[in-house]
């Protein structure tokens, strides 16, 4: 007994004051991600945080493409289906709970592995956010007031002309974040952009990116195929569900926004079906764009062998 005790001791101590490692997953969507991110929580007797921002939300699983009860019951998975579309969880808030979830789980084990496509959520773990000044919450109720009343376009507007650089790198369809962008530029003074790439907090951890790519042809067929399988799945009927909730900033989604249009007379489903395919075309591609920025991710074919990949890893810890 005593002898078990010193030893589970030692083990301990052995953990606690070796490097850590965190395995991050990333690549376009449909591309593989979960099935290996699995298979290296499997192989590294660890557990899994998910960095997809859409996967957060309990109401949203069909579209999301979460990982099924089999898949959850292979590894321990975090940040699955613990919000509700009605709670406000924003990538800052991940960030904290996603390191303080890292610090408990490298008290056990020396890797962890981080699986998503929201490149934004993964860089908030890897490198840290940038910080931007506090801004006055009547500056964003004016924007939103802007865009109710006369829509997106003027406040892109707006957005190029104070801010170029943000104008020309990122999603001008998405009005969440072309609002964030402009209440710091009114608020503040200063272009957005400004912001961007300071010094961030370190972290007491060495991030291993592993990306998953394909010719971009099969990609997009991979792409097609599983919206074809979320609508005979039940999409559609998730979608009915969420319909008072449409406004909320988490269902202006892929999957989600296109239905919504169908369900309110706007589109025929055979037209949002065929929107939510090519919309998602775009998303993967705007993933590979943010995920090449990485120069030293280890890039594999998703048809590659995983012993493969397991070695580049060790290769990269040793």
């Known amino acids: 007994m005593l ?3 010193f030893e589970n001791s030692k083990k ?8 850590k490692y965190l395995i991050s997953i990333v690549g376009p969507t449909a591309i593989g991600k979960t099935a290996l991110s699995i298979k290296l929580a499997q192989h590294f007797k660890t557990e899994i ?10 109401e949203m699983q069909i579209g999301t493409a979460a990982p099924s009860n089999e898949e959850l019951a292979s590894a321990k998975h975090h940040f699955i289906h613990h919000k509700s579309v009605q709670d406000n969880y924003n990538v800052g808030t991940f960030e904290k709970d996603a390191i303080s979830c890292l610090d408990q789980l ?12 929201s490149g934004l959520y993964n860089d908030a773990v890897t490198k840290g956010l940038d910080y931007f000044p506090e801004v006055k919450p009547s500056i964003r109720e004016e924007l939103n007031k802007e865009l109710e009343i006369n829509g997106l376009e003027p ?35 200063k272009p957005y952009s400004s912001f961007l790439n300071k010094e961030k907090n370190k972290r007491p951890f ?20 599983r919206v074809d399988i979320m609508i005979n799945n039940g999409l559609l009927e998730e979608v009915k569900t969420l319909l008072p909730h449409e406004d909320l900033n988490a269902l202006n989604t892929v999957g989600y926004k296109e239905l919504f249009r169908y369900l309110s007379g706007e589109w025929t489903l055979e037209f949002a079906i ?20 990485n120069e030293s991710t280890l890039w594999f074919d998703y ?9 580049s890893i060790k290769e990269q810890i040793s």
Request: glycine content about 4%; hydrophobic content about 40%.
């Open 49 to 58: 945080i998910s960095a997809d921002s859409r996967q957060f939300f309990k």
């Open 155 to 189: 406040l892109i507007t707006q957005l190029k002309a104070l801010d170029l650089i943000t104008y020309n790198t990122i999603s001008l369809d998405n009005p969440h974040r072309v609002i964030r962008a402009l209440e710091v530029c009114v608020g503040s003074g």
């Open 106 to 117: 490298f008290k056990t084990n020396n890797v962890a592995i981080m699986v998503g496509g």
């Open 3 to 5: 002898f078990s005790i």
């Open 12 to 19: 301990r101590n052995l953990i606690s004051t070796a490097p």
């Open 206 to 225: 060495t991030t291993i990116t592993v990306g998953l790519t394909a010719d971009r042809e099969l990609i997009y067929n991979r792409i097609n195929q």
């Open 274 to 293: 065929s929107e939510i395919k090519k919309n998602t075309r775009r998303f993967a591609k705007r993933q590979l764009t943010w995920f090449k920025r």
């Open 303 to 311: 048809e590659s062998d995983l012993e493969n990949i397991i070695t």
